[in-house]
Nanobody
Framework: QVQLVESGGALVKPGGSLRVSCTAS????????MSWVRQAPGKGLEWVAA????????FYSDSVKGRFSISRDNAKSTLYLQMNGLQPDDTALYYC?????????WGQGTQVTVSS
């Protein structure tokens, strides 16, 4: 069955960097675009970034553009989100999704907390 397992979440100080990962299984990874969304405490879901099937095109929300970078290693069926210049507003549960506009599967999320 389809599984998406996020990892790498941590407590980071403001200005710090972190890379979270999402390992996929149960489907042909290269046949799907992939995306990241996040949910901050007490707030709604926010779309963060997406990558096309090859990773050749990437897309970002205005709130993370220039700071975050999405990438994928298709040989490892793994999606990444490199986060630089982290701020307290980036504190959230980060989810990876299969697909983007029509995402159909989600992982369980990995917690990123930005605090001094």
């Amino acid at each position: 069955q389809v599984q998406l397992v996020e990892s790498g979440g941590a407590l980071v100080k403001p200005g710090g960097s972190l890379r979270v990962s999402c390992t996929a299984s149960g489907f042909t990874f290269t046949s799907y675009s992939m995306s990241w969304v996040r949910q901050a405490p007490g707030k709604g879901l926010e779309w963060v970034a997406a990558a096309t099937m090859t990773g050749g095109s990437t897309f970002y929300s205005d709130s993370v553009k220039g700071r975050f970078s999405i990438s994928r290693d298709n040989a490892k069926s793994t999606l990444y989100l490199q986060m630089n210049g982290l701020q307290p507003d980036d504190t959230a549960l980060y989810y990876c999704r299969r697909g983007n506009r029509a995402a159909d599967y989600w992982g369980q999320g990995t917690q990123v907390t930005v605090s001094s």
